[in-house]
């Protein structure tokens, strides 16, 4: 037995965990989940097909750094802290890898962070230790990559803030070779987040940057419906935002390979997410910050140990479920910090208790919240006065969007303040309040849509 299978086979009850993240990835170009016919997610299909494909997954709110503080505290933004870009998750915070770090496991983490203080252009780049949020081991990170580099060039940092730079390769396959390099000599148990900037655009050209083989490959693409009645910024993007989404599944591809020729697929449980989606600037102004399902729905796969089911699972889950269930998934006590649950149970269809609902918020283009159940989307935000940008929360919120995801799943006909649907919108706000208080600790008020008709 070679010694990668040693590694492989050692302690199947300590698995090693790894975490992939792509930036703004749209669910429904996940070709298992049968909506967008390119075939641009073979890997992940197979993915899917070994594991388990969470077909309703949401983040819990759509920004980079709140979903992310999310995915990794088990909390929500509002109890987590980071309810905006350019907040730092606490010193304190109880994550993922610490809690993994104490019981044994090497806490590790390449790519894209977004979780340390950010004010300016102070904080873009080299992340100091108290700031890593429990990734102690390996750190070759940046804490905003789309600020350090380029499609074919900029900079990592390491354990001691050096830079790692990179020029003439795609940043993708860079970020990969290191996780393979990490990969081949890795000792048992481990964690790894594998955090790329990829799918996201490019802030400072705002375009789409696929590798230079892949740029030409998709000239007259699907158009999701969603995006076809509305101006935006699609027509031009998306053909180069498919690439993107091809060659993000080419590296899951050359993780899963490298997994296998190490052994380490025996006793790996590899997640596949992302932290928000993306609307082509359909909604607002820009490509996330709304409560629609082109910002808040986001995929999630897992397969290895636990999760080799070739299975489907439709109930809602949330970003704030995903470390629960990890730590579950290797024996560890999952910390009452965490206000997420472990959706494991779900996988053997024990359904009961489960509440069929997602809570998520919103800041930065409006202060909000929003229930996503099976059936509607509700929500509501704060009237815009002075200095509304600058607070985590309001006290009184005002509704202003209601979808009926069963007549409408493409969210084109708004009916808050319909007034055939006031019984449904007054059963949503009143859930919706309880999940403020639960979430927060916050008690608000909702008004009524100001703009009531019949």
């Not at 703004?24 to 996940?30: E, G, K, M, V, Y």
């Not at 997954?57 to 987590?80: D, E, K, L």
């Amino acid at each position: 037995m070679s010694a990668a299978q040693t590694r492989g086979n050692a302690d199947a009850r300590r698995p090693n965990i790894i975490l992939i993240i792509s930036d703004q990835f749209r669910a429904d170009c996940i070709g298992a989940l049968g909506v967008n016919p390119m075939n641009l997610t073979p890997n992940l299909d197979r993915m899917a097909g070994r594991g388990v494909l969470f077909t309703s997954a949401f983040c819990n709110q759509p920004v980079c750094a709140p979903a992310r503080g999310s995915i990794f505290t088990g909390q929500y933004p509002s109890r987590h802290g980071v309810w905006r870009n350019g907040i730092g998750l606490p010193e304190s915070a109880t994550t993922l890898a610490t809690t993994l770090g104490q019981q044994g496991y090497s806490a590790n983490y390449i790519g894209k962070w977004h979780l340390a203080p950010n004010e300016g252009t102070t904080g873009r780049g080299a992340v100091a230790p108290a700031h890593r949020g429990g990734f102690n081991d390996l750190w070759e990170g940046a804490n905003a990559l789309e600020w350090t580099s380029h499609a074919y060039e900029g900079e990592l940092y390491d354990n001691d803030g050096t830079p790692i730079r990179f020029s003439g390769q795609y940043r993708a396959d860079f970020l990969t070779e290191r996780a393979q390099g990490f990969l081949r000599s890795a000792k048992s148990p481990f964690l790894l987040t594998l955090s790329y900037l990829e799918v996201h655009h490019q802030n400072d050209t705002d375009t789409f940057d696929p590798p230079k083989e892949f740029a030409k490959r998709y000239p007259n693409p699907f158009i999701p419906q969603d995006l076809r009645p509305l101006p935006g910024s699609w027509p031009s993007q998306l053909s180069d935002y498919f690439a993107c989404v091809a060659k993000m599944d080419e590296t899951v591809g050359t993780i899963r390979k490298t997994l296998a020729e190490t052994g380490l697929d025996q006793n790996t449980i590899l997640a596949f997410s992302s932290d928000h989606s993306c609307h082509f600037k359909t909604r607002n102004t820009e490509y996330k910050r709304s409560p629609h399902e082109s910002s808040i729905h986001i995929p999630l796969i897992i397969e290895g140990p636990g999760f080799n089911r070739s299975a489907g699972v439709p109930e809602l889950v949330s970003q704030v479920d995903l470390a629960p269930t990890l730590l579950e998934a290797a024996g560890v006590t999952v910390p009452a910090s965490m206000q997420g649950h472990s959706i494991l149970p779900l996988l053997d269809r024990r359904t009961e208790g489960w509440r069929n609902e997602v809570y998520f918020e919103m800041s930065e283009f409006v202060t909000g919240r929003g229930l996503r159940t099976p059936q509607y989307t509700y929500a509501v935000m704060a009237p815009k006065r002075p200095g509304w940008r600058a607070v985590p929360s309001a006290d009184q919120y005002v509704e202003y969007i209601l979808y009926d995801l069963a007549a409408d799943p493409y969210q084109q006909v708004n009916l808050a303040g319909r007034s055939q649907y006031r019984t449904i919108a007054e059963e949503l706000r009143q859930r919706l309040l309880e999940r403020i208080r639960e979430a927060s600790g916050a008690t608000s008020a909702i008004e009524p849509c100001w703009f009531p008709y019949s």
